[in-house]
Structure formats: C-alpha cells, structure tokens
C-alpha cells in the first residue's frame, strides 16, 4: 500500500544514532552530514527487512572504507555493503559481506562474483547508493544508474532489522548525508541450493581457545572440550564467525622490510590469534584412501583419528602482494584421508588472525 512505500528521511541528530566510536554532526561538501571515524552508527527507531536504503557518502582521500548495514541485530552482527576508493575501478572497489561476531567483515569468505563488483569511485565528492533487499537478494545502484552494479543473490541471513552506516576500523573515517530508507512487503524466501555432492553436513565447534597454549600436530584432550552441533552455510562451507567470536590480531609486519614475518605465523606465534575445532564423524564401509578437498582461512591442521595430514597456513597478508585483496580459495587443497571401516573421526584445527 501507499504507507508501506513511503520514503523516510532519518534525521542527522544525536537522539537518532549510536555508534561503536567517534560519531559527530558537522557539514562536509556544503551538507549536513554525519561522520564517524570507524566502526558502526545504527540508526534508532527504524526496522527494515525488505526495502530499500539510500544515503549520500564522501570521504576525503586518506579514507578508503566506508559503506552501510542493513539486517543488523547489533553493532557486531550485520548484513554489510562496503566500499574502497583506494581500489576503484578494480573487483575490490565494492564488497558484500556478513559481519559476525567481531568481524567488521568476513570479506575473506564472501568473495568474487556475487560479492564483488569492479565500479569507479573517487574521493572528496558525494557518490549517491541505494540497496535493494528483497528476500534473501540484494542489488546495490549507484548514482542514477538503474542496473545494479552488484547483484548479490544470497544474503548471509543475519535476521535483524536495524539500518546504519559503517566505516573499516582505520581510523580514517567517512561523511554520509541524506539517510532514507522504504520499507516494502516482505518477499518469499526462495530456498536454499542443494549442497554440493559429498558435502560433509554435521559438524561439532569447540569453544574458542588461545593458540598459544596449543602445539600443532598434537590434538588436546577432545573429550575436555565444549562442543556444538553446527551446519554448513548454502554454498557448502562452515562459517565460524557465525557461532564464535573472532580476534583481530593481524599478521605481524617486519618494520624494516615491510613483509609479512612468516616465521612467527608459521610456528603460531602471532599474539592474539585464536583455535576453534571442528570435528566430524565419517563412516566407511572399508577401509581404503578417500579424497578430500577442502579450503580454509587463515590456518588449518587436519587430522583423521588422531593423526596429523595436513598443516597449513592461509591468512590474507601471505596469499597476495595486494596487501591480500584476492579471493580465498574454498576448496584449494586436497588431502587423501587414510579411512579405517567404520568410524573414522576427521578434526580441523582452524586458527584465525583476522577478517573472517
């Protein structure tokens, strides 16, 4: 109805708006606009699950991430459509990802086509965006345009109804100006896509320990820990962001040299870097090798009956020279699991650093 499509103005003052950091009402390019310097401003009183966003944003040239979330039950948990003008005109220019449970983004794990889009930014100017969500779908438009310049066909599902805005957690900081939102029906959630063939589907989380205080290649007591029954997400892979909480660690930098210092990643030395298991139980009516590929971020020790086959590390800083702007690749590895008859129990000891 006509009620139902009305466009709302939400107001640039302080009773309307709480943010995770610095937040300021000031003018920026001749408009009133609201600024914060990192991290999310949700907007009080409005409840969106199908509709539209719209809003105007700017930044000066020292910022470069800036963008809005919609869905969100809390500042830490959201749906998340962000931009980098550092990489405009690239696949990385703008960027669909879930934030989960401390990540700002899992933009390691929603990556590519239905993530990504390559569109031409530019600083200190504003750049009109508007979000369409209808269902579990999301086009962005840019400007006038009226063909999406990304389609994501698959939201996250992080199931709130809050709207903000959203700047990298840098320091940098963005402008956002003329904030309104359309509420529309809410659409049929179209169902889920089979998972691909031989998808492992039940897994166990532990709870989320100190990777210092574990060795890799030796498994801790299983039966000492906390255990949860998880699923995969649509597309096959376990995201542990959605039941854990992340660190933020980073992958230590040499001061001198500016590289990665792979050393200390590879023995489990990065201060603040975190392991969570995942366990599942495999049942072979003989026993005999059977492939297994798997993909993992940002590193992974693979066993099968208490014993270790593959120890690996993939964290964003070591996979490119881009400052580790590429895609992770899901399923980039494969191992040969050695299986008994009957059953087997396949760990994955998953440590995280950062982003997802």
């Known amino acids: ?37 990192r991290g999310v401003a949700l907007a009080s009183g409005v409840e969106l699950r199908d509709g539209s966003i719209e809003y105007d944003m700017a930044t000066p040239r020292s910022g470069n991430f800036m963008g809005a979330v919609f869905h969100a039950t809390s500042a830490e948990n959201s749906e998340v459509v962000f931009f980098r003008p550092g990489q405009s005109g690239t696949m990385e220019a703008v960027q669909y990802a879930p934030a989960l449970n401390g990540v700002a983004a899992a933009w390691q794990i929603y990556h590519g086509n239905d993530a990504n889009a390559a569109v031409v930014l530019a600083f200190d100017t504003w750049l009109h965006v508007r979000i369409d969500v209808a269902g579990v ?17 698959r939201l996250a ?9 959203w700047t990298g957690y840098f320091g940098r900081g963005a402008y956002f100006s003329n904030i309104r939102y359309t509420s529309r029906p809410p659409a049929p959630l179209a169902p889920a896509p089979p998972l691909p063939r031989g998808t492992i589907t039940d897994w166990d ?46 992958i230590p930098i040499d001061p001198a040299t500016g590289a990665p210092m792979v050393d200390s990643v590879m023995g489990g030395r990065v201060a603040g870097s975190k392991v969570v298991f995942a366990r599942a139980i495999i049942q072979s009516d003989r026993p005999g090798l059977r492939r297994m590929l798997f993909g993992y971020s940002d590193g992974a020790v693979v066993y099968c009956n208490g014993q270790p086959l593959f120890f690996g590390t993939n964290p964003s800083r070591l996979r490119s020279a881009d400052l580790g702007l590429s895609a992770l690749d899901r399923v980039g590895s494969a191992l040969y699991l050695p299986l008994q008859q009957g059953r087997n129990e396949l760990v994955f000891a998953v440590t995280e650093f950062t982003g997802g």
């Not at 779908?137 to 066909?153: E, H, K, S």
């Not at 890799?216 to 820990?225: R, V």
């Open 1 to 37: 109805n006509g009620a139902a499509l009305a466009q709302t103005t939400i107001p640039l003052t302080p009773d309307r708006w709480t943010a995770t950091d610095s937040l300021r009402f000031t003018t920026y390019l001749g408009r009133p606009s609201l600024y914060i310097t």
């Open 205 to 250: 989380l532990s709870q989320v320990l100190d990777a210092s205080q574990l060795t890799p290649g030796t498994l801790p007591d299983l039966g000492a820990l906390q255990w949860d029954r998880v699923h995969p997400e649509a597309a096959g892979f376990v995201l542990v962001n959605r039941y854990r909480r992340s660190p933020n660690a980073g």
């Open 137 to 153: 779908t999301a086009r962005l438009y840019l400007d006038n345009d009226t063909t999406p310049a990304l389609t994501v066909p």
């Open 157 to 165: 599902g992080v199931g709130g109804l809050s709207v903000g805005v």
